[in-house]
């Protein structure tokens, strides 16, 4: 189990570490990387469970096979909206991106 | 002839079709719409009349009753329990007219009537005026007839869209604030009494109908079963009691009071009582004088009917035992009422202050408890009803030639306008309560029956009367008396369309001042019964 | 159960809809590739159109089939893909509802978008498909797998279609917000489900369920995790508040037909996932039990109130009118909450999903049309903000009276449909004796009206600057008109769309699924 | 022939005049002189019946006769609406019809000039009916419906020039003073009601329960009844405190004075006591505060009628202290001598306002210090007021005296005290009546002044009233108690007094010399105690302050809890609503100031608030 809840503990670890980039990053590319950083975390979580969990089976790696893939996409389309956003303000700035508010 | 007609139907439904049939007539037509929402308010009116000569008092208006249902929702799919095997949820299409709704039905007849021939005032949008305008009639021609607590609700919810609207568009000039104060503060009312009637529909709405393999739980407002229910705890028999612990089908007296308040809220900022009267002021003055007329003269009736109908006939023991509360924000009511009219510089402020004390008066007759107070409190409803709707006519017919109601600007009209002024100041003398006119039966009835139970608390509230005196005196006596400033020289009087509903109005107030038992009469039945039930209820 | 079967062709015959959807998606891309520039791409419109209205007629087939006599099970289910993916009347429902929807926006924006604002008007309308057809997967999937696949092809393609207005700064600002607080949301719903995972050592809800049955007191702590983990995650996608911010930027970057697709679409999409997720894993007897289930309950149930709270007083202010609506669609999200929140505390509340669906249609007419009416006014005064629909009675009576109405249900006034599916879920939760959520439903209801009938105000009691009638197209009108006089029926005549669903409804066979 | 025939059509005696307002609010302004002929035709119509069946209950003894008829019936309770013709009631329906009858014709000359003359005739004609109807009344309630309308005919009267703000001024006070007696009486009744075995209101089922089955009714309650009752009466009779309306009410024309606010409303009072009076019997200390308020009124009064200059308020104060005189009569227990006083108080005082109308009439002005000498000009005026002013000072062997002797007997065997204030009043009256008299008509004439006799309309009323008040006492001397005996056959019968015929008497003539001392003579200086005391004239003068007194303690205080509710109205009560509402839209501006476009900042809320929804929520369970 001590292998479980040390993997858990990492994956906990880099999900904070990914939420934290999200939160204060002000360059849009490394917020979306922190993204990716959290569904890491996910993945992480789902291999150790199939692998020490309390009923270990493989529906976990194929999940994870799963997450990998749309993660792969959704960075695709976020870093196609990003060269759209820049084209308009030639800037990645995060702070800058509030023309919506109120 | 008529009694195989759906009468109840066709007067809830008349106005409605004419409010359609003037949104098909050509906007510029003013006369055709004018005509015809006339046509369209004078039908109902007739067949209320007809109900008026057709009702026996001793019978009651059983005979008329329709009832079907409208909707049934079933709540579940499969038996999960071993003796139900249905729930549903069931709306009816009830109407049903007694003693206590038909007095307030003649009145809406007439007060509508008349103020759809005041509505010559209106000067512009005639279509979307008298299309609202019916529409409106429907919704508080359905609040006195429907015995269906959500088809109750619809009604009243209805009466508010339009309303919004005829304050909004033809009022003066802080019409849209009046309006979506209306709005909101009613709204508020009657959120709190859909949550009571849930309440009550989902804990005892119930009756149990033996069905295939066991029993059919029909949930639903139907005010006949929630009230036997209520009345007599016997009816839970039909339900295993388990069963009803199960489904929390059971009223604890908590549960109880919090019904009880919420319908004392929702329709006490109808009525409205103490606290909850501001919104009211500003619908008096900023709307204009027809729509007051309706606003004044009935609406404010439906908060009498729902705290008569469904805080007292359902709840008694409450309301007895909060007869002392209710007393006295009644007496609040009047002196409250009466002080501020008092002391208005605004003409139709002042009848708007007069109305929460009058309505105070009502409240007395209420929490009475007693035959003759709540007689009163119905009679006390109708003649102030048609009191306020002359006297508001009035007000319309006296702006449209002075273009103020500033008391300070006015005076003398008793020289140029003498008939408007000879019918303002029997309108005056009328609510002040002179007796010989209606004012005073009402008032006396009430004041005898709350006197019954507590002799201060009403002696207190009699006081009214004279600040009622000095009121009405200040400000009639302001308009028509005196030396007459010479803007208003050569003034036209009233015109035959003026007239007509002013001396329609006068007569009835009248007559009803002058023979009473034409009304007192039809409300016997209405209450004696019920009466008796709540004394058996309350063992005695 | 590990060994995993093939894909027979009666089960392709049952998963008819999103073959389909599949197909004209694909056939559309390369047929937005081939058409010559010159061709009005309307065209592809009406393909989108047909293919939406295709699949449609199918699941109305298959709910035939699967309810009809002559099948298997008299269950009235139909379990495919190793019980990964189930057809069942909850999942139809939805997914008839999402199609309908889909095919009126689509309907409705044929004509409305300008070229220059949406340069790749073909995209627009075939992405729809893809986006459609992950709501449906949600709608009917048993296994987390699938419909986390579901939910991020309609997050995916919808970032996309936010993105459409290529030119305008806003729009790809919108895009781009909507994909960073959509990835955090995915990743924490992810994560939280990684732990329902680990708990029970199964993706599928069904088997989750029995296995938590036994098991559910050892690791509250983890369910704790893995619950809230979700919650917050799901709470982004509805829009609840306080997970509502992006919302308002979003609809107002998005082309107006897409802000009513993410609406109505998205968001019902959400919701089915959330049903069927708390349902399988809740269902008394069997599933969880006790402290848990009532914090989570109690937690649904607060935020369900916080968002309706929140979006009534926030949309109280506001000016721009889709910002508005997109408020009041965090406080019908929090009204959407409430049955899942009465779930089963009281054995009677059977009907929380009728109430849900009927709700969930009303909603979308009224959105719908509100949308719609929306995309025409602002087409005209060149603006999305109040002042727009001033005076629009005396330019173009019938739309403000249509508008009246759909905003009459969006306050929830009588007779329409918005007031019956209010009156539903207000009896389901006093039946439940949840009286302060109930009240607190009243009173949000209550001060919307200042919200909805300050519109109402511009439209009847101000005059506008423009005064030229306004520029109606037809599917526009058409759309309009619909969805007002469905809102009437529903409200008029409830009862067959209730009757209806409840014939065919059953809690314990369609919504939560008993395998294995 | 059955001798209740006439009796069982008193109900016409009302309806005659009630037909003629009907007619002239219908007619309206069409009819000008025809207007005012209808009125006088229906009240003489009314004036004849009620011979008649004065004729029919004076041949024999005729039984009372009664009539009802259900009002409103509410379950058990009924409310009943009914009349009765007894010799009480006979005997005021004949001064009520005859005054009534001469102040028409009278007025016919008085207010020719006047364009609304047939709205004056109408609502004269509305007067008598309503008070008819409360003569004939059998119950209280029905009683209190017309009492209000009388009232309200009054207000309508004395505000009859509404153009004169006097006019409204006073009217409005006239209307809400008696209210305040009102509101005593309607209270009176309420209880009353509730007390009553079988809530009966009318007056022969009252006498008969204080009468037979004493102690039905508590002391204390009978007495909390009686004062209620009697605070009604005062209010309506002017009595003191609530006196204040009945001189200005003055502002009527004339003739109303003569009739509502001489003759007959203001006497309705007394009326209501002697209707009720079995209540007062049963109370002691109801029976003494009427004794001991009527005779404040009756001197407090007539001080102030000394200091005078408007010849109407002169009569207005003397009327007040001469139903001060009948209250008194009451609170000693005299009914006999009331009614007596009543009765003859009716002839004279009609008699002095309508001569002294006939002298407003002539020259124009109210004010006695710009008269004099009109003696000769107007004999007939000058004579039949002399004998009204005799009359009033009780110089026998005019009606006045022996009334007023009536009373003076009872009073002094009941209560000397209050024996010489009342002899003192009437020292008082003769004096103020002296001066009045002796300023308008003796002296020489006001040069300008062409006043000349009015026209024989107007002076055919005066010579008839002058000869009843001339000798309208004699149905009732110590010598024989006619009146009393058939007024209240068990009545006591009131015991000569040569002692107080003297002293009544002298007082009159007294008063008389001094006047004439004063005034012809001139042998007294007519300011000699303005000289010595200008403080205390001038008090009596300002009628001791009395209205400036209510002002300060009544009006303003309730003006200024006006204002102040009137501010915590808006404030307080309206204040809390508008803040709602802007607490309301201030969250709303709230949640978009959070929505300030930061992507992150989004994603921070969200993440903080479900945090705490965690802890608040699991927390509970672990901790």
Redesign the interface.
């Known amino acids: 189990m001590s292998m479980l809840s040390s993997y858990l503990t990492l994956a906990a670890v880099l999900f904070c570490i990914g939420l934290y980039g999200v939160l204060t990053k002000r360059n849009a590319i490394i917020v979306l990387l922190s993204i990716e950083l959290m569904l890491n975390a996910v993945n992480l979580n789902l291999i150790a469970f199939s692998k020490y969990g309390v009923q270990p089976s493989l529906a976990g790696q194929i999940f994870s096979l799963f997450t990998i893939s749309v993660a792969a996409a959704e960075a695709a389309v976020g870093i196609a909206v990003l060269i759209v956003l820049y084209r308009g303000r030639a800037s990645v700035n995060v702070d800058e991106f509030d023309e919506l508010r109120g | 002839m008529l009694d195989d007609l759906p009468v109840l139907s066709l007067i809830v439904l008349a106005p409605l079709l004419g409010a359609l049939i003037v949104l098909a007539l050509p906007s510029a037509r003013s006369n055709w719409l004018r005509i015809t929402a006339i046509i369209f308010t004078l039908i109902p009116f007739i067949l209320t009349l007809w109900l008026f000569a057709d009702y026996q008092p001793a019978v009651g208006g059983g005979a008329y009753t329709e009832h079907s249902t409208w ?8 038996q ?2 071993a003796s139900v095997t249905s ?1 549903k ?1 069931v709306f009816d299409y009830h109407l049903a007219v007694d003693g206590i709704s038909l007095p307030l039905l003649l009145l809406t007849g007439v007060v509508s009537t008349m103020s759809a021939l005041a509505s010559v005032h209106i000067r512009k949008r005639w279509k979307t005026y008298y299309s609202l305008f019916l529409l409106l009639l429907t919704g508080i021609y359905g609040v006195f007839l429907a015995r269906d607590l ?1 088809l109750f ?2 009604f009243f ?2 009466t ?2 339009p309303m ?2 005829l304050i ?2 033809w009022g003066y000039y802080g ?2 604030k009046a ?3 209306f ?3 009613n ?2 009312g009657s ?2 009494m ?2 009571s009637f ?2 009550l ?2 804990t005892l709405g119930f009756s149990a109908v033996e069905g295939a393999g066991g029993v059919n739980l029909l949930f639903g407002g139907n005010y006949d079963t929630i009230l036997s229910n209520l009345s007599n705890p016997a009816a839970y028999a039909n339900v295993d009691n388990d069963l009803t612990h ?3 089908l059971y009223l604890n007296d908590q549960t109880k009071w ?1 019904a009880f308040v919420l319908l004392l809220i929702a329709f006490g900022i109808k009525v409205p009582i103490f ?1 909850f ?3 009211m002021l500003r619908v008096h003055t900023e709307a204009p004088p027809p729509v007051v007329m309706i606003h004044s003269g009935i609406l404010l009736k439906m908060g009498v009917y729902g705290l008569i109908r469904f805080a007292m006939f359902l709840f008694p023991e409450q309301l007895h035992a909060w007869t002392g509360v209710i007393a006295v924000l009644g007496v609040i009511n009047i002196l ?1 009422g009466a ?2 009219a ?3 510089t605004e003409f139709k402020l002042v009848l708007a202050y007069s109305s929460i004390s009058h309505m105070g008066i009502v409240l007395l007759g209420i929490a009475s408890l007693e ?2 107070g709540l ?1 009163g409190a119905i009679y006390q409803s109708v003649s102030h009803g048609l009191i306020s709707a002359l006297l508001f006519l009035i007000v319309g017919s006296i702006y449209e030639r002075t273009n103020t109601t500033q008391l300070s600007e006015l005076g ?1 009209l ?2 140029s306008v003498p008939f408007i002024s000879g019918v303002l100041l029997l309108g005056g ?1 009328a609510s002040l309560g ?3 006119l209606s004012g ?2 009402g008032e006396f ?1 009430s ?2 029956g709350m ?2 139970s507590m ?1 201060i608390v ?2 207190i509230g ?2 009214g ?2 600040f009622a ?2 009121y009405v ?2 400000s009639i ?1 302001n308009i ?5 400033p010479e803007q208003y020289v050569g003034m036209k009087d009233a015109r035959f369309i003026e007239a007509l509903p002013m001396i329609t109005l006068a007569a009835l107030i009248i007559l009803l001042g002058v023979y ?2 034409i009304l ?2 039809l409300m ?1 039945h209405g209450f ?1 019964g019920f009466l008796e039930q709540i004394h058996t209820r309350m063992g005695g | 159960m590990d060994a995993f079967q093939t894909l027979t062709w009666e089960d392709a015959w049952y998963l008819a809809p999103e073959i389909v959807l599949s197909c004209f998606t694909i056939l559309l891309i390369a047929l937005d590739l081939l058409l010559p520039k010159r061709v009005n791409r309307n065209v592809i419109g009406w393909l989108t159109l047909a293919g939406l209205l295709v699949a449609g007629a199918f699941v109305v087939i298959l709910m035939t089939a699967v309810n009809g006599p002559e099948t298997d099970s008299a269950s009235g289910t139909r379990v495919l893909l190793g019980g990964s993916y189930q057809l069942d009347d909850f999942g139809n429902l939805l997914k008839l509802a999402f199609l309908g929807a889909s095919a009126f926006i689509v309907f409705s924006s044929l004509g409305t978008v300008r070229d220059e604002d949406v340069p790749i008007k073909g995209e627009l309308y075939y992405l729809v498909l893809p986006a459609v057809l992950g709501a449906m997967v949600m709608a009917s999937s048993a296994d987390l797998i699938t419909l986390f696949i579901g939910l991020e092809l309609l997050s995916i393609t919808s970032y996309i279609l936010v993105a459409a207005r290529k030119s305008s700064r806003i729009s790809s600002e919108a895009a781009f917000k909507y994909v960073v607080t959509g990835g955090v949301a995915s990743a924490f719903v992810l994560y939280g489900m990684s732990f329902l995972y680990g708990i029970t050592g199964t993706t599928n809800v069904s088997l989750m369920r029995s296995v938590l049955a036994s098991t559910s007191d050892q690791f509250e702590a983890l369910l704790y995790v893995s619950f809230f983990l979700m919650i917050a995650g799901f709470a982004v996608k509805l829009a609840l508040a306080p997970f509502h911010a992006w919302a308002s930027d979003v609809y107002q970057g998005a082309p107006t037909p897409v802000a009513a697709f993410l609406a109505v679409v998205a968001k019902g999409a959400a919701f089915a996932m959330v049903y069927r997720i708390f349902a399988n894993t809740f269902t008394s007897g069997g599933g969880l039990d006790g402290a848990v289930r009532e914090d989570i309950l109690l937690a649904l149930s607060v935020l369900a109130a916080a968002a309706m709270i929140v979006g009534t007083v926030g949309a109280l202010r506001q000016r721009n009118v889709k910002r508005l609506l997109a408020l009041s669609g965090v406080a019908n999200a929090g009204i959407l909450l409430i049955p899942l929140s009465t779930l089963f505390a009281n054995p009677m509340h059977e009907s929380l999903v009728s109430e849900f669906i009927y709700f969930l249609v009303a909603y979308a007419f009224m959105n719908i049309g509100a949308f719609t009416v929306l995309t025409i006014v602002s087409r005209d005064s060149g603006n999305e903000s109040l002042s727009g629909f001033s005076g629009l009675y005396h330019r173009a009576p019938w739309t403000a009276i249509a508008m009246t109405v759909l905003l009459c249900s969006l306050a929830g006034l009588p007779v329409t449909g918005g007031f019956f599916g209010k009156l539903f879920i207000l009896f389901g939760t006093v039946q439940v004796h949840k009286y302060w959520l109930a009240a607190i439903l009243l009173v949000t209801t209550v001060i919307s009206y200042a919200v909805y009938f300050g519109l109402i105000r511009q439209m009847y009691m101000r005059s506008g600057s423009l005064d030229s009638g306004l520029r109606m197209t037809v599917p526009a009108a058409i759309v309009i008109g619909l969805c007002t006089l469905a809102t009437l029926a529903l409200g008029f005549l409830p009862m067959p769309i209730l009757g209806w669903i409840n014939d065919i409804f059953s809690v314990p066979v369609d919504l939560v699924m008993f395998q294995g | 022939m059955d001798n209740t025939f006439f009796a069982e059509y008193a109900w016409l005696v009302p309806l005659f005049p009630f037909i003629a307002f009907a007619v002239l609010t219908a007619m309206g302004k069409g009819l000008k002189k025809t207007g005012a002929w209808i009125g006088t035709i229906a009240s003489f119509l009314s004036l004849v019946l009620s011979l008649c069946i004065a004729g029919e209950r004076l041949s024999g003894n005729a039984p009372d006769y009664g009539n009802q008829m259900d009002w409103i019936t509410i379950g058990k309770l009924k409310l009943v609406a009914g009349f009765e013709v007894t010799n009480l009631s006979t005997l005021m329906l004949v001064v009520v019809t005859l005054v009534a009858f001469l102040v028409n014709l009278y007025s016919q000359g008085y207010m020719k000039k006047d364009e609304r003359i047939s709205t004056f005739f109408a609502y004269v004609a509305l007067f008598t009916s309503s008070m008819l109807g409360l003569v004939l009344s059998d119950n209280l309630l029905t009683f209190y419906i017309f009492w209000e309308l009388v009232g309200v005919c009054s207000f309508l009267l004395v505000g009859f020039w509404y153009q004169k703000p006097e006019a409204k001024a006073a009217a409005k006070k006239a209307f809400i003073v008696t209210r305040i007696g009102d509101l005593g009486l309607l209270i009176g009744l309420l209880l009353l009601f509730w007390y009553m075995p079988g809530h009966a209101l009318d007056f022969t089922t009252l006498h008969n329960v204080y009468d037979t089955q004493s102690g039905a009714i508590s002391t204390g309650i009978t007495t909390l009844i009686a004062l209620l009752i009697f605070v009604g009466a005062v209010g309506k009779s002017g009595q003191f405190p609530l006196h204040v309306w009945l001189p200005d009410a003055m502002e009527g024309p004339t003739p109303i004075s003569a009739l509502i606010h001489a003759a007959t409303m203001v006497a309705a009072g007394v009326f209501l006591v002697v209707r009720t009076f079995d209540i007062f019997e049963a109370s002691q200390v109801a029976m003494n505060t009427v004794a001991i308020v009527g005779a404040f009124t009756a001197i407090f009064a007539a001080t102030i009628g000394l200091a005078q200059n408007d010849i109407k308020r002169i009569l207005a104060y003397s009327t007040v202290s001469q139903l001060g005189y009948m209250m008194l009569a009451l609170g000693v227990g005299s009914v006999t001598g009331a009614m007596f006083h009543l009765f003859t108080h009716a002839f004279f005082k009609a008699l002095l306002f309508l001569g002294a109308g006939s002298v407003i009439h002539s020259v124009h002005t109210q004010d006695i210090r710009e008269m004099g000498g009109l003696g000769r000009k107007m004999k007939i005026t000058a004579w039949t007021f002399g004998l009204g002013s005799l009359a009033l000072s009780g110089i026998p062997p005019f009606s006045g005296f022996w009334s007023k002797d009536a009373i003076l007997t009872a009073a002094l065997d009941k209560q000397p005290i209050l024996f010489v204030v009342a002899v003192i009043a009437a020292f008082f009256t003769a004096l103020y009546m002296a001066r009045l008299f002796f300023l308008v008509f003796a002296g020489k004439p006001r040069e300008g002044q062409h006043a000349k006799e009015s026209s024989s309309v107007m002076t055919i009323p005066l010579i008839v009233l002058a000869v009843l008040a001339t000798v309208s006492g004699f149905v009732e001397t110590p010598f024989n108690g006619w009146l009393g005996h058939w007024l209240f056959p068990e009545g006591a019968e009131h015991d000569a007094s040569g002692l107080v015929m003297v002293v009544s008497a002298a007082v009159g003539l007294l008063g008389l010399y001094i006047g004439w001392l004063t005034f012809v003579k001139g042998t007294i200086r007519r300011n000699a105690i303005s000289d010595r005391a200008p403080g205390l004239v001038t008090l009596v003068a300002r009628k001791y302050y009395i209205d400036e007194l209510y002002h300060v303690l009544f009006v303003r205080p309730l003006q200024g809890l006006g204002k102040v509710l009137d501010l915590f109205d808006d404030y307080v009560i309206d204040g809390v609503v508008r803040l709602t509402g802007h607490g309301a839209s201030a969250l709303g501006r709230l949640n978009s100031r959070l929505q300030g476009g930061q992507v992150q900042t989004y994603a921070l809320t969200a993440l903080i608030s479900i945090v705490i929804l965690v802890v608040a929520i699991a927390g509970r369970r672990f901790w």
């Open positions: 909707l049934s929702i079933p709540l579940n799919q499969e999960f329990n729930l949820l959500v609700f619809i919810e209805v508010l869209i919004f609207f909004g568009i019409r849209e309006a979506t104060r709005l909101i503060y709204g508020l959120a709190a859909l949550l849930l309440i529909i989902a199960q489904f929390g919090t606290p009267h501001t919104w409250y002080i501020l008092c002391v208005q035959e003759v007689q003398g008793a020289r003398l002179l007796p010989g005073f039966v009835l004041f005898l006197f019954g002799k009403t002696a009699v006081l009367i004279l005196a000095v005196l200040r006596l028509t008396y005196g030396s007459l009473p038992s007192t009469d016997q004696s």
